[in-house]
């Protein structure tokens, strides 16, 4: 099926730009990626980080029903 630029953006945010996709261990890689916002953040008073962290979860929020209605997969919520 054809991707609109919203679910194309939505499942490039959710994956971390693709990260998600490596076949070994996608959540250190996904993780790591936070690295340099921490960094950033750790630079600037607390309640910019505080809005970006809430931003972050909102954006979040965002990607994953895009990608779920367009996957047509709920996350099964499984641990590893």
């Given at each position: 099926p054809k991707i609109s630029y919203q679910e194309l953006l939505a499942y490039c945010l959710a994956s971390v730009?693709?990260?998600?996709f490596i076949s070994k261990a996608p959540g250190t890689f996904g993780s790591t990626a936070a690295?340099?916002?921490?960094?950033?953040?750790s630079?600037?008073?607390?309640?910019?980080?505080l809005v970006i962290c809430v931003l972050v979860f909102?954006?979040?929020i965002w990607t994953a029903w895009i990608v779920e209605k367009h996957s047509g997969k709920k996350d099964d919520q499984r641990r590893c």
């Open positions: 730009f693709g990260m998600d690295i340099p916002l921490a960094w950033i953040l630079k600037h008073h607390w309640s910019l980080g909102l954006v979040g």
